[in-house]
Structure formats: structure tokens, C-alpha cells
């Protein structure tokens, strides 16, 4: 059984910075693309960045140069660094494990930006 747990969510002032963390289990890491997702609410939930087996990395506009993600595949952790933040990043993120045809969720870490 897959379990995705994120942690690092929290409140920040804009500008500032979180590193968000998702630990796996359950699933050999090493293997599978890992995925960040956020939804504010309202919106759906959309693709922030992610990051394959071979550590190949994609970032949406809105996250391309501010966001980092990486993974560390002895600690089967995937992370996602957020700098200069901004208050339309408040979200809830999720941390997303694709196992095709599956994908698996974790339960999401809400990250507030407000002054």
C-alpha cells in the first residue's frame, strides 16, 4: 500500500520562503515520477512541478524560477523548495506519485501566503 505524507506547509510572508516535504512508502521510490500539485480554493487542482526517476524537471509558468524540486531517493522523500512566494500560491499541496495506469495522493499541506 502506497502512503504519500506531506509536511512543510504552513504560513509565510510574501517573499519568503518553505520547503515542502513528501516521504514514500509502501512503493519502490527510486522508480516512479513524483509530482507537486496545488488547489486553492475554487480553482482545480493544477501541476506545480515535477520530477522523473532519471531527476528530469518540469515547472509551470507560475512556478519556473522560484521553485525547486528534488528527490532524494535513499530517504524515498521528494521535496519541493519555494522561494519568493507570493499570495496567490496559497494553496493546498499535494504530493503525487504516478504509477501508471495509477496515480497516488497524499493528503495535502495547506501553505498560506499573507501579510
Known amino acids: 500500500q502506497v502512503q504519500l505524507v506531506e509536511s512543510g506547509g504552513g504560513l509565510v510572508q510574501p517573499g519568503g520562503s518553505l520547503r515542502l516535504s513528501c516521504a514514500a512508502s509502501?512503493?519502490?521510490?527510486?522508480?516512479?515520477?513524483m509530482g507537486w500539485h496545488r488547489q486553492a480554493p475554487g480553482k482545480e487542482r493544477e501541476l506545480v512541478a515535477s520530477?522523473?526517476?532519471?531527476?528530469?524537471?518540469y515547472f509551470a509558468d507560475s512556478a519556473r524560477g522560484r521553485f525547486t524540486i528534488s528527490r532524494d531517493n535513499g530517504k524515498n522523500t521528494v521535496y519541493l523548495q519555494m522561494n519568493s512566494l507570493k499570495p496567490e500560491d496559497t494553496a493546498v499541496y499535494y504530493c503525487?506519485?504516478?504509477?501508471?495506469?495509477?496515480?497516488?495522493w497524499g493528503q495535502g499541506t495547506q501553505v498560506t501566503v499573507s501579510s
Open positions: 503525487k506519485m504516478s504509477q501508471p495506469p495509477r496515480d497516488y
Open positions: 509502501g512503493s519502490i521510490f527510486s522508480i516512479y515520477a
Open positions: 520530477i522523473s526517476s532519471a531527476g528530469r524537471t
